[in-house]
Each structure stands twice: as structure tokens, then as C-alpha cells.
């Protein structure tokens, strides 16, 4: 299993295995997306959402929680322009692929926790372990990334 961590920080996957199935990141507490249209909206492994959501024509999120694990639909994911992870928990963050690859996330040191970044390159998923202070909230990780969540839809 490779480890994205400070000597192998970024990892390209190919346009192929970029397209089918699902992206898995276990061990994540919170994520954060943004849609190419810039539609920006959070999640938590506990429920929690905040901004909106975006769905695919199947009617399920691009990017959210079920059973614990946070998930893309790479079949769509030329729709998602970026995403972040969060790993709080004990647990180590994983990234597993549909072709059997995975990859480890370095969980950082006691004053710097690891984010993984996800961005879309030309239909390429770039992830990236990104170090970053331990912050009290996810929203000032959110913030320090540029992300500011869009307002709800109306009835939502």
C-alpha cells in the first residue's frame, strides 16, 4: 500500500480508474466539495451537512457519507472540481479505488494533522496529502482552502 506523505505527496490516477466506481476514503470525519458549476457543500461521517449538496442524474450525492466511509461517484466526476478530506478519529484515512488500489494517508504529527486534496485535472483525480495545523474546527481548514459553503436551496 503506497502512503502519501511529505516524500510522496501526490498521486495521479488515470482517466480509466478515474471513471468507474467509487472513490472509498475511510477513516475520514468530514469532507468538503465544490462542483465545476462552484456549488460548495460539507458533510460529516455523523450527518452533519452544511452548503448543498450536488446531486447526480441517479439522484445520489457526488460526494458524501454512507456507512461510515466518505464516497465519490467517479462515473461523474467531471462534475467535481475539488474536494477536501478530513481525518479526526483514531482511525488511519485510506483511499481505495475500484481496481484494488489503495493508498494510506499520513496521519501527521501531534500539531499538524494530514488532509487529502482531491481535484479534477482533466478528468485525471489528483489526490494530495496536504499537512496542516490542527485546527479546533473544520471550518477554518474549509476557510484556509478557499472553500465557502453555498447558501441552501430554498425548501432544502
Known amino acids: 500500500m503506497q502512503v502519501l506523505d511529505a516524500g510522496t505527496p501526490v498521486v495521479r ?3 480509466r480508474r478515474s471513471a468507474v466506481g467509487s472513490l472509498v476514503v475511510a477513516g475520514c470525519t468530514s469532507t468538503v466539495w ?3 458549476d462552484h456549488v460548495v457543500g460539507a458533510a460529516t461521517v455523523d450527518g452533519a451537512t452544511a452548503g448543498r449538496a450536488v446531486q447526480t442524474p441517479g ?8 456507512d461510515g466511509v466518505a464516497l465519490v461517484a467517479l462515473r461523474y466526476v467531471r462534475s ?8 479526526r478519529g483514531a482511525e488511519r484515512m485510506t ?4 481496481d484494488g ?3 494510506a494517508v499520513d496521519p501527521g504529527t501531534g500539531d499538524t494533522t494530514t488532509i487529502l486534496a482531491l481535484s479534477v485535472v482533466d478528468g485525471e483525480l489528483e489526490l ?3 499537512p496542516f495545523p490542527r ?3 473544520d471550518g477554518e481548514v474549509f476557510a484556509a482552502f478557499g472553500f465557502t459553503l453555498s447558501a441552501p436551496s430554498i425548501g432544502a
Open 135 to 137: 485546527a479546533p474546527h
Open 101 to 103: 488500489t489503495t493508498l
Open 80 to 87: 467535481l472540481r475539488r474536494a477536501l478530506f478530513i481525518a
Open 34 to 36: 465544490e462542483s465545476t
Open 59 to 66: 439522484n445520489r450525492p457526488l460526494v458524501g457519507f454512507d
Open 13 to 15: 490516477v488515470d482517466r
Open 128 to 130: 494530495r496529502a496536504e
Open 95 to 98: 483511499v481505495a479505488l475500484h
